[in-house]
């Protein structure tokens, strides 16, 4: 099983990188392969290639923002969430996407 997500929030600092912080715990938990994009004040850190989005068995779009390069993700199922369903219960959220 593998994931690949794009976390970013308005401001591009704390949440961004926090929603990053307990998705890879949470799938580390699961024996979940996860790979994270942030796009927070630095810019695009960790970016997802073309391949990983096609080889991800789920693909996840945490974000309160229009995330940049969207179109990455066009003709892919993909989950998308706020930044504060991630922090407030990434148990649910990923139990959300698994059952899907």
Do not use: W
């Amino acid at each position: 099983m593998k994931i690949v997500a794009v976390t970013a929030c308005p401001t591009g600092i704390a949440h961004t990188y926090m929603a990053a912080d307990v998705l890879r715990k949470e799938a580390h938990k699961r024996n979940i392969s996860i790979q994270v994009e942030t796009q927070g004040a630095m810019g695009i850190e960790n970016a997802l290639t073309g391949a990983d989005i096609l080889s991800a068995d789920i693909r996840l779009i945490v974000s309160d923002i229009d995330i940049e390069e969207k179109e990455r993700f066009r003709g892919y199922k993909t989950f998308t969430f706020s930044i504060e369903a991630v922090l407030v219960n990434v148990h649910q959220v990923l139990d959300q996407c698994l059952s899907d």
